[in-house]
């Protein structure tokens, strides 16, 4: 079955600790992006990517890392400098053609900071 | 700045009473409106895209609509598995990388 996979469902993290929370599809899809979700809200873009080897910055970039060395994959580090990074994490990709740009979601990552 | 306005931010029907949402937007050349579902916990699921006023799609119980400046996704005699938050995003034609602009959402009820 084609889809969009987030690994782990639920994450803990100690203050002051990095964590990498992975996103892969088998979609063939060749963009992939990041987003936040805190409770009540929409969902606000962290960072995006068209190609391989290539991303870009969203709205809240702050404090988050990305890499995209395959198609298929486009993890997300959460770093020590996020100041609030208790959050429900949700990965997306789509074709990025004009006429085919729906984007698709994974099932999302819970992170909860102690 | 693109912007999505959403309404009620909550609602509740009885099964059956059917109803309407609304998704208000302002963008600077709208390349295409999406409504998804999105059940507590989970990532948001495709509904629909339309792209230009007058537009209409339909799934089930579901019809969005589309006008220059708002869409309505209008709910045909709900049932209690109706219940989840419908979430409204646009994409302006100037965008890069097929981003999207969500609205907060309308968290939606329908009690048997």
């Known amino acids: 079955d084609g889809g969009i996979t987030q690994s782990p469902k639920y994450l803990f993290r100690k203050e002051g600790q990095n964590v990498t929370l992975s996103c892969e599809q088998n979609?063939?899809?060749?963009?992939m992006y990041w987003y936040r979700q805190d409770p009540g809200q929409g969902l606000r873009l962290i960072y995006y990517s068209q190609i391989v080897n290539d991303f870009q910055k969203g709205d809240i970039a702050e404090g988050y890392s990305v890499s995209r060395e395959k198609k298929e994959s486009f993890p997300l580090t959460v770093t020590s400098a996020q100041k609030n990074p208790t959050a429900f994490y949700l990965c997306?990709?789509?074709?990025?053609?004009?006429?085919?740009?729906?984007?698709?979601f994974g099932p999302g990552t819970r992170l909860t900071v102690l | 700045e693109d912007q999505v306005t959403q309404s009620p931010e909550a609602l509740r029907l009885q099964e059956g009473e059917s109803s309407s949402l609304n998704c208000s937007y302002t963008v600077s050349g709208l390349r295409g409106l999406f409504w998804y579902r999105q059940d507590p916990g989970k990532g948001p699921e495709f509904l629909f895209t339309?792209?230009?006023a007058g537009e209409e799609k339909e799934k089930e119980r579901l019809k969005a609509t589309l006008t220059k400046k708002e869409s309505f996704l209008h709910i045909t005699a709900p049932k209690p598995e109706d219940s989840a938050t419908y979430l409204c995003a646009v994409q302006a034609v100037e965008t890069s990388g097929s981003r999207l602009t969500f609205g907060e959402g309308t968290q939606l009820t329908v009690n048997p």
């Open positions: 979609l063939n899809h060749d963009a």
């Open positions: 339309l792209y230009s």
């Open positions: 997306a990709s789509s074709l990025d053609r004009a006429a085919y740009n729906e984007q698709f």
